[in-house]
């Protein structure tokens, strides 16, 4: 069974697939919408494709760890997740995702279109795999 990670936008969300082992994520696509219950259905129908009822959805904490309006909505996009489209939901703290993957593409010397188009894809790659991460070191 795979799973899908999600790093959610009000404008843009990034979405990664893992490998059927558990083991890698890949980045998927950038979906541009800003409606929560559209994005959901497209999300739906993903884990249709892909054949997976999990989501790892990056939950973007304050830097203190509590929760704001951000999370919150956050929250609200993960129940319609939930309620309408019976996904499990596992919320992954996103805090450094983002930063981390700007140094990704400094690294690589990714910058412009390219990297607006792909760093949404990126972060909920990073998100996935450090739940893939977590899965292996648990066991």
């Known amino acids: 069974m795979k799973i899908i990670g999600i ?3 009000d404008v843009r969300t990034g979405i990664a697939i893992s ?3 558990l083991s890698f994520a890949f980045p998927v696509k950038t979906i541009t919408n800003s409606n929560m219950r559209m994005l959901a259905k497209e999300i739906s129908e993903l884990s249709i494709e892909h054949k997976t009822d999990t989501v790892v959805l990056g939950m973007p904490l304050n830097m203190n760890g509590t929760k704001g ?10 129940k319609i997740l939930t309620d309408t489209y019976s996904l499990k939901v596992i919320f992954r703290d996103e805090r450094s995702t983002t930063v981390s993957s700007h140094n990704i593409f ?12 792909n760093i949404d894809s990126l972060s909920a790659t990073i998100i996935l795999q450090d739940y893939l991460d977590f899965l292996k070191n648990s066991n």
Not at 69 to 78: G, H, L, M, N, V
Request: net charge positive; hydrophobic share 25%.
């Open 19 to 21: 490998d059927a082992l």
């Open 7 to 9: 790093d959610y936008g």
């Open 106 to 117: 400094n690294m690589q010397k990714v910058s412009g279109k390219k990297r607006k188009e």
């Open 69 to 78: 309006p951000r999370a919150e909505k956050t929250e609200e996009f993960a």
